[in-house]
């Protein structure tokens, strides 16, 4: 039978979307299947400045500068009295890279891609939930229930799996893994902030880390209408918080640092919501038939904010694949899309292993106030440039971690 569509992809995220656009842009048939209905509420709000190249290149960045997000051009991080802001722009990038980005509410920012990639023509079915699916490459089929329960099925000559935390493919094909990293939970909101503090810049993300427990830390996005998204991290089953309500633990959080008066006046405007268990990472990334983009195929953690850049940016890898197939090329799915794509990913997992272990808190706030290399090399890095290997932090992140970290650390 002949198949409907070339490309069917599980999930209209940015990942979904961003994949969708350049594909059928390349004159590929391509069919989305969203299980939700969008608008619809989802962490991961502040972008990195490597999405917008991703966005520019897939043609969908003109809506998204109009949509009026927060601007965001870097990151403050604090810790008691220590103080620390970074300017994404003072990267070690090539010009033409971008040193901004936005702050997104990502009920909106979904939308306005999955609307622009419809739009364009890609067939985007929301309510639709895939059930099951038969892969063999060239001979794809996915079962699925649409928004009245209906059942149904798609015919694809190969599977893409961008549906985020719901990892389709992973949970059916059994290659879901736990991650390696002690498990963390965290308690989030949204607030109408009412900040009045002089000294806050909403166009920064603000990393707040716990002023005697380091491996607790706070996220603080401010959005353009007067809200932000508020969120802290600690260790899941800690016996500091046994018998206490999620509200109270945050509440204790939240007060234990300036954010209490930071937020002295803010209103919620969303119920209190948890999330534990939320790094996992996928036995392999692509196989018979289909390929895993973003969190599907694994999330580290949301310190840095890289969950969207690399969503993005194996959506593209995946698309340049897929489109030299369609234009009679080979392809090497290892080579092309699981070791570029990892070799970012390991950076940033890297980043994440020295944060929690206090080495990159020791480099981030006791790094020298000028415009060395060495600092461009770093602020790349927490800009999303993970895979410019002409970055040394980069090619030998380890390497340069520990020299840095050397470099840095207060003598005794």
């Known amino acids: 039978m002949k198949p409907d569509c070339d490309i069917a ?35 991961g709000e502040s972008l990195l400045p490597n999405c917008m190249n991703v966005l520019e290149r897939a043609g969908l960045l003109g ?40 702050q997104v509410k990502r009920a ?61 493919l992973p949970r059916m094909l059994g290659l879901a893994r736990p991650g390696k990293s002690i498990e963390r939970r965290a308690l989030f ?25 380091h491996e607790i830390w706070y996220w603080l996005i401010p959005f353009s209408d007067g809200t932000a998204s508020i969120g802290a991290i600690y260790p899941d089953n800690d016996p500091a918080f046994d018998g206490m309500s999620d509200q109270d633990i945050f509440n204790q959080l939240i007060n234990d640092t300036r954010l209490g008066s930071l937020l002295a006046n803010a209103e919620p405007i969303r119920d209190l919501n948890s999330i534990a268990g939320y790094s996992a990472q996928s036995e392999k990334l692509f196989g018979d038939g ?18 969207v850049t690399i969503a993005m940016h194996s959506a593209e890898l995946a698309a340049k694949a897929l489109i030299a197939r369609h234009n009679g090329n080979a392809v090497d799915w290892n080579m092309d899309f699981a070791e570029p794509l990892s070799k970012g990913v390991d950076t940033f997992r890297a980043y994440v292993d020295a944060w929690y272990d206090g080495r990159l808190q020791t480099i981030i706030f006791n790094q020298p106030d000028d415009d060395s290399q060495l600092k461009r090399m770093v ?34």
């Not at 099951?132 to 009245?148: E, I, K, M, V």
Request: charged fraction near 20%; include cysteine; proline fraction near 5%.
């Open 108 to 168: 909106r920012f979904d939308q306005i891609l999955a609307g622009e990639t419809a739009r364009a023509g890609v067939d985007i079915r929301f309510g639709h939930r895939v059930t099951s699916a038969q892969l063999a490459d060239g001979d794809c089929r996915l079962g699925f229930t649409d928004a009245n329960g209906n059942p149904g099925e798609l015919r694809a000559r190969f599977v893409v799996d961008a549906s985020g935390y719901g990892r389709v």
């Open 9 to 43: 992809i599980i999930g209209a995220g940015p990942a979904g979307s961003v994949i969708a656009k350049f594909l059928h842009d390349a004159g590929m048939a391509v069919t989305v299947l969203e299980a939700e209905t969008f608008p619809r509420f989802v962490i």
């Open 63 to 102: 809506a998204v500068t109009d949509a009026g997000f927060q601007f965001k051009n870097g990151a403050v991080f604090e810790c008691g009295p220590q103080y620390m802001s970074i300017d994404f722009r003072q990267n070690f990038e090539p010009s033409a890279c971008w040193g901004t980005t936005f």
């Open 189 to 213: 909101t949204h607030m109408r902030d009412h900040i009045t503090d002089p000294g806050y810049d909403r166009e920064k993300i603000l990393i707040t880390v716990h002023p005697t427990r």
């Open 379 to 412: 602020v790349s890095i927490l800009a999303g440039y993970a895979w410019n290997m002409e970055n040394p932090l980069v090619a030998k992140t380890e390497r340069y971690l520990e020299m840095l970290h050397d470099l840095c650390a207060p003598s005794s």
């Open 290 to 307: 289909y390929v895993l983009l973003g969190n599907s195929a694994g999330f580290l953690d949301p310190v840095f904010s890289s969950g």
